[in-house]
C-alpha cells in the first residue's frame, strides 16, 4: 500500500463510502494521528463496520496533508473478529448530544483497492471463535441432544436457549458442537462494578448490557453431570468458569471447589481454568488445591489509578488481582491477565512501565490482547483520563514485551492443556 486507505463515512441509513479527498487515519487517547501504511490489515472474516451516529470522522487531505473534519457523512469504525487486536481506534469529532455508543470496540477503518481496511493485528493462530467454523446444523442439533439428555439441569438450559440461541455465543455453540472450550457460568452477583460491564448496566446509563446475568446459582452436581463428558470427549478440552452472562465467579467458590473435585474423581483430561476479576486470591488458592489448572483475570490497566476507577471494586483491591496470579503461578498453573486493550492507554510509556513490573512480579504467563468494547470517550470521561501521556504503538509494546520476555505468550483465548504441557505454538485447524 502506498498511501493510507480512504476514510469511510456513512450516510445515516446504513450505506458506507469512501472519501476520496481524504486519507484514513487513526486515534490514540484523545488524539487522531496519522497510521503507517504497513500498520492497515484487510478487515477479517467475521468482522463488521458499524455507523457512528454524531460523529464526523477526522482524515488527512490527500492534496494538502492537512487533518480535517469529513462533512459528508457520520463516521465508521469497524468491529473487528477476536483472534485480532486492534492498534488504532477509529477518530473522529463528537458532535453535542451524540449517544454513547454500545459496548463494542471501534476500531480505525478505510477503503483501498476495493477493499476494507483496519488497523489490527492477528495475535492468536487458535481458530475456535472464527465464524466460518460455526456449522449450524451441528449446533441445532447438539442442542437438541443436551437438551434431552440434560432435561433438569438448569445450567444446559441457560446455555442452550440464553447463550447459543439468544447471545450467540461463540463459547456455546462450541459447547454444542462438541468441540474445545465449554462455558460454566455460575454466579449471578459480582464484587465490581465496571463502567463497560456486559453483563449488568445501572438504570442511570442510556447504554445496555451485551446479555443478561444468571439468574440461579447452579448446584456443583449442575456443574459436574455435564462437563465431565466434555472433558472426556471434546477435542482440546477447557471447561471454563467466569462467563460474560455472570457477575464474578469467585463470589461462588465453594461450589467451584466442590465442582472440581468432583470432576477430577471421573477424569485428568482437560484444562480447568476460571476467568475471573481476581478479587479473592484466599478463595484461589482453594481452587488451587482443588485442582484448578488456569486463571485469566480481567484488567484495563497494570496501573492501579486506572483499575480502581474502572472497576469500581467492592472490599477489594487492585493488590488482590495480582495475589491472585501470584498463588496460581505458586501452584505452577497457567496464569494469563484478559488485557483491554485500549489505544492510547495501553500503549503509554507509564503502563508499559506497570506492565513489565506486573509481568516480573507475578511470573505472568500470556497476555490476551483483547480489543476493549467500550465508546472511547464515555470511557477516558468516566475514568477521567484527560491527558494519556506519551505512547510507543501497540505494535511497538508487543515488540519489546516479546524482546524482554520471550517466554511470554500472546493470544486472545485460554489455552488448552496441550499447548500449556506441550507446544504452544500448534496449529489446531491441522492437528
Ligand atoms: S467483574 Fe465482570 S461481571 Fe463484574 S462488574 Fe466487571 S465486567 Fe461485570
Partial sequence: ????????????????????????????????????????????????????????????????????LCEKGWAVAAFIPPAFTGTYLAAYETLPGAETLPLFCYTAAGWHNEKFYVTAVRIEKDIRQE?????????????KDLLSAYKHNRLVQHLANNCCLTYHCPAARNFFM??????????????????????????????FSTQDRLMFKPTAEEIVEYTVPHLESAP???????????????????????????????????????NTNGSDPEAVKVLCEAGLNSIRVSTNSAREKIYTPYYRPNNYQFEDILESLKVVNSFGGWTSINYFVFPGMTDSVEE???????????????????????????????????????????????????????????????????RINGNFEMDYAHS
Avoid at 465464524?131 to 442442542?143: L, N, Q
Avoid at 465453594?254 to 477430577?264: A, F, L, P, V
Avoid at 507475578?362 to 483520563?385: A, E, S
Avoid at 510507543?392 to 489455552?415: A, H, S, T
Wanted: charged residues 25%.
Fill in 236 to 274: 482440546y478440552p477447557i471447561v471454563s468458569f467466569g462467563q460474560g452472562c455472570e457477575g464474578e465467579p469467585l463470589l461462588m467458590w465453594k461450589t467451584i471447589e466442590e465442582s472440581i473435585k468432583e470432576i477430577r474423581k471421573h477424569t485428568q483430561k482437560g484444562s480447568i481454568n476460571i
Fill in 178 to 207: 462438541g468441540r474445545w472450550e465449554c462455558p460454566v457460568p455460575s454466579s449471578p452477583a459480582c464484587n465490581a462494578n465496571c463502567i463497560g460491564c456486559i453483563s449488568f448496566q445501572p438504570q442511570e446509563e442510556s447504554i
Fill in 131 to 143: 465464524s466460518a467454523g460455526f456449522d449450524e446444523e451441528k449446533i441445532e442439533a447438539g442442542v
Fill in 1 to 68: 500500500m502506498n498511501h493510507p486507505p480512504y476514510l469511510l463515512y456513512s450516510d445515516g441509513e446504513g450505506n458506507i463510502f469512501e472519501d476520496v479527498s481524504l486519507y484514513a487515519c487513526g486515534r490514540s487517547g484523545w488524539d487522531a494521528i496519522p497510521v503507517e501504511n504497513d500498520e492497515w490489515i484487510e478487515l477479517p472474516e467475521g468482522g463488521q463496520l458499524y455507523e457512528l451516529p454524531q460523529r464526523r470522522g477526522i482524515g488527512i487531505d490527500v492534496k494538502t496533508g492537512e487533518m480535517r
Fill in 352 to 418: 508499559y512501565e506497570a506492565l513489565r513490573e506486573l509481568i516480573k512480579s507475578t511470573g505472568l504467563k500470556m497476555i490476551q490482547w483483547r480489543n476493549f468494547n467500550i465508546d472511547p470517550d464515555w470511557y477516558l470521561g468516566k475514568i477521567g483520563v484527560t491527558e494519556t501521556g506519551e505512547c510507543i504503538g501497540i505494535r511497538q509494546m508487543m515488540d519489546l514485551l516479546r524482546e524482554e520476555f520471550p517466554d511470554l505468550k500472546f493470544g486472545y483465548f485460554n489455552p488448552s492443556i496441550e
